[in-house]
T-cell receptor, first 113, second 109 residues
Framework: IAGITQAPTSQILAAGRRMTLRCTQD?????MYWYRQDLGLGLRLIHY???????GKGEVPDGYSVSRANTDDFPLTLASAVPSQTSVYFC????????????FGPGTRLTVT | GQNIDQPTEMTATEGAIVQINCTYQ??????LFWYQQHAGEAPTFLSY??LDGLEEKGRFSSFLSRSKGYSYLLLKELQMKDSASYLC??????????WGAGTKLIIKP
């Protein structure tokens, strides 16, 4: 693994189903983030983790949950998907908070029908 | 509230210079980032300004005025590969990034 990876690349999901988007980084970064990107809108922060074992809510956390059991992994779970969660989801990491650039994964394109 | 404004779309000619402006309003301020995003790809880091002034990095430069809540990204000697969206993001008091919707830059031969 080099950098930050996400899986799956794309997914079509029936409304009401549960789904976990996976994110793994091998850079030993402390901070990790989940964003969604919708046409015409900026990236919006869903959840973040400043260090392993801690998580926080971003701008649009409703309907999503995260965990950070170790440094490398930061999965995002949709408990019961709704069509408004159709979006491109990006995971990102940074060495820390404050002045550090964020490195982005390739994204997951999710369609909820 | 927190807000980032940047133009939706700009067009420029190959070999020319283009300036993409960004204004921001955030609760606290800990720096201004610019990212490039090609269609269908992830954003990649271009620049970071925390102090007033101009930061130059090859063909790209970024400027910040904290008192005016204003930044710009300057791209020189435009190449076709510079066709992309350019995202402005301000770091707020909690070091979270507030993102603009992006400026789609179209380069014409």
């Amino acid at each position: 693994i080099a950098g930050i990876t996400q899986a799956p690349t794309s997914q079509i999901l029936a409304a009401g189903r549960r789904m976990t988007l996976r994110c793994t980084q091998d850079m030993r970064h402390n901070a990790m983030y989940w964003y969604r990107q919708d046409l015409g809108l900026g990236l919006r922060l869903i959840h973040y983790s400043n260090t392993a074992g801690t998580t926080g809510k971003g701008e649009v956390p409703d309907g999503y949950s995260v965990s950070r059991a170790n440094t490398d992994d930061f999965p995002l779970t949709l408990a019961s998907a709704v069509p408004s969660q159709t979006s491109v989801y990006f995971c990102a990491s940074s060495p820390g908070t404050g002045g550090y650039e964020q490195y982005f994964g390739p994204g997951t394109r999710l369609t909820v029908t | 509230g927190q807000n980032i404004d940047q133009p939706t779309e700009m067009t420029a000619t190959e070999g020319a210079i283009v300036q993409i402006n960004c204004t921001y309003q955030t609760s606290g301020f800990n720096g201004l980032f610019w990212y490039q995003q090609h269609a269908g790809e992830a954003p990649t880091f271009l620049s970071y300004n925390v102090l007033d002034g101009l930061e130059e990095k090859g063909r790209f430069s970024s400027f910040l005025s904290r008192s005016k809540g204003y930044s710009y990204l300057l791209l020189k000697e435009l190449q076709m590969k510079d066709s992309a969206s350019y995202l402005c993001a301000a770091s707020d008091s909690n070091y979270q990034l507030i993102w603009g919707a992006g400026t789609k830059l179209i380069i014409k031969p």
